[in-house]
T-cell receptor, first 115, second 108 residues
Framework: DSGVTQTPKHLITATGQRVTLRCSPR?????VYWYQQSLDQGLQFLIQ???????AKGNILERFSAQQFPDLHSELNLSSLELGDSALYFC??????????????FGPGTRLTVT | GIQVEQSPPDLILQEGANSTLRCNFS?????LQWFHQNPWGQLINLFY???GTKQNGRLSATTVATERYSLLYISSSQTTDSGVYFC??????????FGKGITLSVRP
């Protein structure tokens, strides 16, 4: 158990809908990262938050957004869902204070199926 | 961006055999991590190894940052070692870039 929790574990929804994925980082970690794993794109970085502020953006679609709350949990919002958004979404966390504390620990993932 | 290449793409071993998994990267990196993705999809941290050598039980890893590669050694493999092994590098702002993974099957 990495200490990172994600809910829900599975999500099945229809095209055009909107969903919210939730992540709680390890106790004490300030950085939260979101990644998407799909068969065709592999594991890709989406976005990072550090202590409530957006720090880095990767290949995140405009239909997707995220935020990190004062208690450090994070949510990833996916809207106008398309079939191609079906994937495993991971949240990771790290202490993130300095280079020595960047090791990332991954949650169990949320498997999203868009039908 | 940085390129991360892992080899071989697939590996089949008999239980008890040893193996070496390789990760090459195209630019200088701040950090490097090895993960094992089990059949249930969970990503398990194996090593955080920007340079040098580390050992954890039957697994060990070496990163030669100046030559831009890392090796993961698995000794006396077990069926529970099956899964996909990912190398991931942090080259800018701590976000990880992953390789495509190496699928390992250990047969009893």
């Amino acid at each position: 158990d990495s200490g990172v929790t994600q809910t829900p574990k599975h999500l099945i929804t229809a095209t055009g809908q909107r969903v919210t994925l939730r992540c709680s980082p390890r106790s004490g970690d300030l950085s939260v990262y979101w990644y998407q794993q799909s068969l065709d794109q592999g594991l890709q970085f989406l976005i990072q938050y550090y202590n409530g502020e957006e720090r880095a953006k990767g290949n995140i679609l405009e239909r997707f957004s995220a935020q990190q709350f004062p208690d450090l949990h994070s949510e990833l919002n996916l809207s106008s869902l398309e079939l191609g958004d079906s994937a495993l979404y991971f949240c990771a966390s790290s202490l993130g204070r300095d280079r020595a504390s960047y090791e990332q620990y991954f949650g169990p993932g949320t498997r999203l199926t868009v039908t | 961006g940085i390129q991360v290449e892992q080899s071989p793409p697939d590996l089949i071993l008999q239980e008890g055999a040893n193996s070496t998994l390789r990760c090459n990267f195209s630019d200088s990196v701040n950090n490097l991590q090895w993960f094992h993705q089990n059949p249930w999809g969970q990503l398990i941290n194996l090593f955080y190894i920007p340079s040098g050598t580390k050992q954890n039980g039957r697994l060990s890893a070496t990163t030669v940052a100046t030559e831009r590669y890392s090796l993961l050694y698995i000794s006396s493999s077990q069926t529970t070692d099956s899964g996909v092994y990912f190398c991931a590098v942090d080259w800018a702002n701590s976000k990880l870039t992953f390789g495509k993974g190496i699928t390992l099957s250990v047969r009893p």
